[in-house]
T-cell receptor, first 111, second 114 residues
Framework: TQLLEQSPQFLSIQEGENLTVYCNSSSVFSSLQWYRQEPGEGPVLLVT?????EVKKLKRLTFQFGDARKDSSLHITAAQPGDTGLYLCAGAPGANSKLTFGKGITLSVRP | NAGVMQNPRHLVRRRGQEARLRCSPMKGHSHVYWYRQLPEEGLKFMVYLQKENIIDESGMPKERFSAEFPKEGPSILRIQQVVRGDSAAYFC????????????FGPGTRLLVL
């Protein structure tokens, strides 16, 4: 079973601060995805990374896939209250479409 | 282009009743995935279906749970004789193809078993 560990589990910060959260595994993934989920809604895809060492930017969000394709990080610059939500990472081991999800990181950004 | 649709959004059942959860994939998508999300846990894969075929049901409980994706109509996740432990949010996702294709999630069905 491939497990994805996300850390920290909970994070509460002030608006304007920067933060980095992590998604780690002992297994290699062909691709890794980050989702954001708001209460009462389904996960919304933020980014997919497929190449070891890849860095993708989405406005104030920067995603990095580890060189060994076992881990990923999400960095948010100048966090805003609208960034509040549950951030999930999910990995696909290969051509098999079954996604393995981490438990998520609950982020709260205070105004 | 409408997204993945799920209904009902909320479902309350008493122990022993049946629950039917429906999922209409995005237009042009023929691959459907069902996931379950329990409090304090991540999303857990249940089953992967393509039109009229179950491709991977390795995450489905052995009893009481079944899924189908008929040629016409939505995909159905059926839970017979529900128990309190079945209370969870059930999400459906769809994709155009398999492999590394992006999965788009619906808003989920919150099942509460009394």
């Amino acid at each position: 079973t491939q497990l994805l560990e996300q850390s920290p589990q909970f994070l509460s910060i002030q608006e304007g601060e920067n933060l980095t959260v992590y998604c780690n595994s002992s297994s290699v993934f062909s691709s890794l995805q980050w989702y954001r989920q708001e209460p009462g809604e389904g996960p919304v895809l933020l980014v997919t990374v497929v190449t070891g060492g890849e860095v993708k930017k989405l406005k104030r969000l920067t995603f990095q896939f580890g060189d060994a394709r076992k881990d990923s990080s999400l960095h948010i610059t100048a966090a805003q209250p609208g960034d509040t939500g549950l951030y999930l990472c999910a990995g696909a081991p290969g051509a098999n479409s079954k996604l393995t999800f981490g438990k998520g990181i609950t982020l709260s950004v205070r105004p | 282009n409408a997204g993945v649709m799920q209904n009902p959004r909320h479902l309350v059942r008493r122990r022993g009743q049946e629950a039917r959860l429906r999922c209409s994939p995005m237009k042009g998508h023929s691959h459907v995935y069902w996931y379950r999300q329990l409090p304090e846990e991540g999303l857990k894969f249940m089953v992967y279906l393509q039109k009229e075929n179950i491709i991977d049901e390795s995450g489905m409980p052995k009893e009481r749970f079944s899924a189908e994706f008929p040629k016409e109509g939505p995909s159905i996740l059926r839970i017979q004789q529900v128990v309190r432990g079945d209370s969870a949010a059930y999400f459906c996702a769809s994709s155009r193809n398999r492999g590394l294709e992006t999965q788009y999630f619906g808003p989920g069905t919150r099942l509460l078993v009394l």
